[in-house]
């Protein structure tokens, strides 16, 4: 048995969780690797341009790789066009350079991949936000999982299956600074079509910034503000010293974003000072459930390969 995981470069949280996968499944002893893609949808009237796009993104992609191989990590490690290339957290990755998945291979696809460019016999899709295509984009017998509870859609997934193989690199994601803060800084990412984003913040946006970057600026400032109610970098921003405050949609609280309590932990869901006080008191109860995270994250990886097995077919 064989896995594909299809991938962005590990420059976002998504990319990191599919990465850490790979890894998992590698420890293992599965042949895993990723297929890294630049294109998002695969279907009737757009095969064409998508693989247009796929051949462009690709020479681009080992252009960039080979300016790294020769001048180092540091030399791109500000670059935000090199984001997912350089101080990558999830390592020893191998990757797919042919875009072809023969009967013995499962292709995992993540929500944002509409279709089946790799012709793949057998399909895993993995909801790792909320799923936001008809059945048109899946295969009748692909099977589905969801990353948490409430990205799941019962239509697609109804034995609410989950996989959930988060990687957080707690030597890099620390509070390094325990004096003078100040200013705010903002996670916008999944928030960018909110109605109630403001059209200037007051503060830099980190969303595009690489990771070693991020932690500084989490280091220096006072506060951090998130549109995007479902990003880990609100949990990452406290754990870093930040009172992280998301800003829930009209008319939601935090039991709308949120499993349970302990996902909670660190963050603020208003700028009520009974809210902040709750993110202050259990930052450090943040990066607690955090290593807790990182330790059952190969066991769900085993759970997922035994279903895969039942479903499938061992081979």
């Not at 293992?28 to 998002?40: E, R």
Request: charged share 30%; net charge positive; proline share 3%.
């Amino acid at each position: 048995m064989k896995f594909v995981i299809v991938s962005l470069r590990p420059g976002c949280g998504g990319a990191i969780v599919l990465h850490t996968l790979c890894n998992y499944l590698t420890q293992l002893g599965y042949d895993a690797s990723i297929y890294y893609v630049g294109q998002t949808c695969y279907k009737k009237g757009r095969k064409l341009y998508f693989w247009f796009k796929q051949i462009g993104f690709t020479i681009k992609d080992r252009l960039k790789e080979l300016c790294v191989n020769i001048l180092g990590d540091n030399f791109f490690s500000k670059k935000i066009s090199f984001n997912g290339y350089v101080n990558v957290c999830v390592k020893k990755c191998k990757k797919k350079e042919i875009p072809i998945a023969d009967k013995n291979t499962i292709v995992v696809y993540p929500d944002m991949i509409y279709g089946n460019f790799l012709h793949a016999r057998k399909v895993v899709r993995w909801l790792l936000y909320y799923n936001r295509y008809d059945e048109s984009a899946y295969g009748k017998d692909d099977l589905f999982f969801t990353y948490r509870d409430v990205f799941n859609d019962m239509k697609l997934n109804p034995m609410k299956r989950k996989l959930y193989t988060p990687y957080f690199n707690l030597d890099l994601y620390r509070q390094k600074n325990y004096g003078k803060r100040s200013g705010k800084c903002y996670v916008v990412r999944k928030g960018a079509k909110r109605l109630d984003l403001p059209e200037k913040l007051d503060g830099i946006v980190v969303d595009d910034l690489p990771e070693k970057e991020k932690v500084e600026i989490f280091n220096q400032c006072e506060y951090c503000i998130s549109y995007d109610t479902q990003t880990a970098y609100s949990s990452i921003a406290a754990i870093c010293g930040c009172i992280s405050v998301v800003i829930p949609e009209v008319g939601k609280t935090w039991e709308d974003y949120c499993d349970s309590i302990e996902e909670k932990y660190g963050v603020a869901y208003s700028f009520d000072n009974d809210e902040i006080e709750w993110a202050r008191r259990t930052a450090n109860k943040a990066r607690e459930r955090y290593v807790m995270i990182n330790q059952e994250g190969k066991q769900s990886a085993e759970e997922f390969v035994n279903y895969c097995k039942k479903y499938f077919g061992e081979q």
